[in-house]
């Protein structure tokens, strides 16, 4: 179960967009083009499904909290709207929510205007502006109260409400910073990697898949032989550096026995996003949506690229698991492959009049035969200007 469609509108640059989303969800374009507006829009309608859309709700999700002046569509020559709106979809069942806060003295909490949550066309919970008794409370939350697991509308708004971004830190993944926003199995900014790895070796341990999988994304990292958590690491760690309850262990392959072990502290960070993506990918306890903004920092090309195919192929086999990605490194496309329907790539650009606006990129028999002509691979198609979502400079 995965969410078919999104629709935005007037939310920052994103007047009016609709967007059929598969498994996994690439979004390509320049800087400021909208793409992270995209994720938030998700993020902004997850809190609504949970109840309640104020800082703290948003923060939670990976949002970043702005004054209503900053989410409402403010274009010149456009009438701005009193509300941002938002809809989802799923095997027929969809969730529509427009939210309000005042520009001029606004209020903690946005308010719902209106709501609406639908099994095909049976109503389960529904209001208008002139309905509406605790306008900062969802009711399609508080209905779901009354729903058996198993009704659709209440998959839908749980499906919505796990919804996270994720934003790794280099700092966070070693555990030298703390992650402000903690969820299983690791925090948005990569908080608790060492005890994510623990879990998923000790998942690895009795699912021959899981253990399969592991080794795949371990082979990222040709120097390692094993990665393991550890309660303490104080013969590998310096005393001058913070000791978390779990330390990640990595054994060098190429090392002599008894000095081929190091921390997270001391490796490299590709090798640490390498171990956070396998745990957001892999592990039972990952949301069934989430989206990760800037997918490819710090990462070199080829691995980028390797780690792309891994995503593709360990993700889409697994019916309620879904997941958006932004970046911007040419060599990620490479790893899509684009012929498998569940993987969809968008690319993001500002039109004329600065509205986002999002297209998903087929490959036509046009891009093919430049493709065959030229001896170009996607990322390079890109580069030149074929796909779009490249900057004007």
Known sequence: ??????????FKSIVDQEIELGSVNVFIGANGSGKSNILEALGVLSAAAFGRVDDESLLRRGVRPGVPRLYKSAFTGRKLSPHIDFKAWCNGDSYRVTLNNPLENPKPYWQFKTEDLRHNERTIASRGPKTVKNKEQGLAALKAVELGEQDPGFQLLRLLQQYVIYSPHTRTLR??????????????????????????????????????????????????????SVGAAGSILSPSVPRPKQVLRFTDRFMRQGKNTLTAYDASEGALYVLFFASLVLSDQAPGCLAVDNFDQALNPRLVKGLVRLVCEQLPPRPDRQMLLTLHNPAALDGLPLADERIRLFTVDRNSEGHTAVRRIWITPELRKLSEEKGWPLSRLWVMGHLGGVPNV
């Open 1 to 10: 179960m995965i969410i078919d469609r999104i629709r935005i509108r007037s």
């Open 175 to 228: 555990g030298l910073q703390n992650d402000s926003q903690m969820r299983a199995p690791l925090g948005l900014s990569g908080g608790n990697l060492a005890e994510a790895v623990k879990k998923l070796n000790e998942q690895a341990r009795s699912d021959e898949d899981i253990e399969e999988a592991l080794e795949e994304f371990l082979g990222l990292i040709d120097w390692v032989r094993e990665v393991t």
